[in-house]
């Protein structure tokens, strides 16, 4: 047994926060600044060349059947906070990226030690709660950070597991672009021909310290599958709150008294939950 840590991967999260998902090209904008910048395209948008900070004159240019959409974003704190909400079920040492948002939430969930097993069966709990949000959720599990989100960029909405020992060769074949580089950074490595995580480890020390300083002695632990980096928790709301919304009017006390019974079960786990050890398996 031994620490294990889960990615949660939602591509395309703005659009799902706002009901927009689709097949059809589009992007949702955000119209606060001078010139109105793309927050998040669709997966036809991107296939088409739109990316997430293009000026929407761009993306037209790129994709004349595009569809724009305002970018509102009260809503998508609020699909955010129901994410959490879901998420601190199962542990409650969970840590947000937020480089990728609004186009994608990632986030990373401390499951303590656990098994290989347990860590899978838990994995698959998340997908499934995840989905009945309307969030197809790629999960990713592993010993480290870097590895747990390669492989929920593998997972196509699934769940992938590395065994532990495993972590360098499932690396070995990924692009070397999954590392945190600079646009700079990323343009050395192509000069020098190095495509993959596996080439990347694979240069010496003093190399990567000579071209990239400790940065880069950070990068190639990560290629290794060596990242020792822990998850820094976000902190949870000092309240909690549940609600239920009835499709007609409440004719009886009875159903009423029922469902007031059931949210106050409902916020008792999740106050037990918080003062329960780290990691909490269902």
């Known amino acids: 047994m031994s620490a294990s840590i889960a990615c949660v991967m939602i591509e395309d999260f703005a659009a799902a926060a706002q009901g927009i998902a689709g097949a059809l090209p589009s992007v949702l904008v955000d119209y606060r600044q001078r010139r109105a910048k793309v927050a998040a395209a669709s997966a036809a948008a991107r296939a088409a060349g739109v990316a997430p900070g293009m000026s929407l004159m761009r993306a037209r240019a790129l994709c004349p059947k595009l569809t724009p959409h305002p970018l509102k974003l009260d809503r998508v704190e ?58 197809p959720a790629s999960v ?36 070397v672009g999954l590392l945190p580089l600079e646009r700079e950074d990323a343009r050395k490595l192509d000069l020098l021909g190095v495509r993959t995580l596996g080439h990347f480890a694979a240069l010496p020390r003093s ?16 290629a290794s599958g060596r990242d020792t980096r822990r998850v820094k928790p976000t902190r ?47």
Not at 215 to 220: A, D, F, K, Q
């Open 207 to 222: 190399a990567i310290s000579a071209q990239f300083g400790r940065r880069g002695r950070l990068w190639r632990l990560l």
């Open 140 to 175: 990713g599990l592993a010993r480290g950070k870097f590895t747990a989100l390669a492989a929920a960029g593998q997972a196509a909405c699934g769940v992938q597991l590395i065994a532990r020992g495993a972590e360098a060769d499932f690396l070995a074949p990924l692009p």
């Open 236 to 282: 949870m709301p000092d309240f909690e709150r549940a609600g239920f919304d009835f499709d007609d009017p409440v004719a009886e006390l009875v159903t009423l008294d029922n469902v007031l019974s059931a949210l106050a079960v409902t916020l008792s786990r999740r106050l037990e939950s918080r003062a329960s050890q780290p990691t909490k398996s269902r």
């Open 78 to 135: 609020q699909m955010r906070e129901r994410t959490l909400n879901a998420l601190w079920t199962f542990t409650n040492r969970i840590e947000q990226a937020e480089n990728r948002m609004p186009q994608t939430a990632v986030l990373w969930l401390d499951l303590g030690p656990t098994h290989d097993d347990d860590a899978a069966r838990i994995g698959a709990q998340i997908s499934t709660t995840l989905g009945r949000m309307g969030l």
